[in-house]
């Protein structure tokens, strides 16, 4: 998959008022974020991506998130309905961001729900999380439309897993049947013939990493999942993540490439 687009919008001022389980931690600091988000938006670019920089908008703290909207592949790109209510509105903004690229889009309509951090996709087939973001019904309307594009998909239930947002905080694709896979994952079928590269528990936040043309961005403190990477020839480039690791975001979630 080559990538030569991407969208991604600035965290706001209220950034910290967006969801989070990490109630533990601290409240992330606006200034560091957007400090990390400049960074992140230099290396999409030197991945050789030509960027739309969307702004915040106050009614969505969690909008920076923009992979959530959005489910885009090469024939299809689909608009999905987001699982937390707070969300559901920052799908029309990047609709129209999208527009000038992708003039249509398929729609994942009520009572489905669909986050785009539980769609994993590996070359024509999509693996769909199960989660207490996507739920069966938005799965179910979400294959029925990867199927009349010609795809495959199949879905993984990962509701048992508390520490789980969605399904790539736990599981990547690199590319080349091979795929970046949190320690405890369960075993998944439709990927029985492919390569696991495993992250050590202590490192389980790097699994949420993401394969941009010929580099794979991975968030930066992790040297297991980097020398792992780097020990199957994968070339890395590590970015600060750390204020919107505290709000549950991962590396993947702040760009919709395609
Ligand atoms: C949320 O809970 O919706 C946001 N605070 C974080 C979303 C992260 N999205 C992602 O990993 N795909």
Redesign the pocket.
Known sequence: MRFNNAIVRLPGSNFSA???TSASKSAPDLGKALAQHAAYCIALKECGLDLTVMDANPQYP?GT?V??TFVIAERVAIATR?G?KT?TGEVASVAAALRRYRPQWEQIEAPGTV???DICQAEEHFFIGLSA?TNEDGAAQLAAILTRHHYTSSTVDIRGHATL??L??GIAYLGERRFLVMHGFPAIDAMADADRIEVAQAEAYAA?CVRVNDQVLIAAGFPGVAAALKKNGISVRALEMSEFAK????L??LSLRF
């Open positions: 967006g969801l989070t969690d998130f992979e959530d987001p937390a969300r986050d785009g951090g973001r947002l969605h790539k905080s949420n709000m549950d975001g991962g993947s979630c």
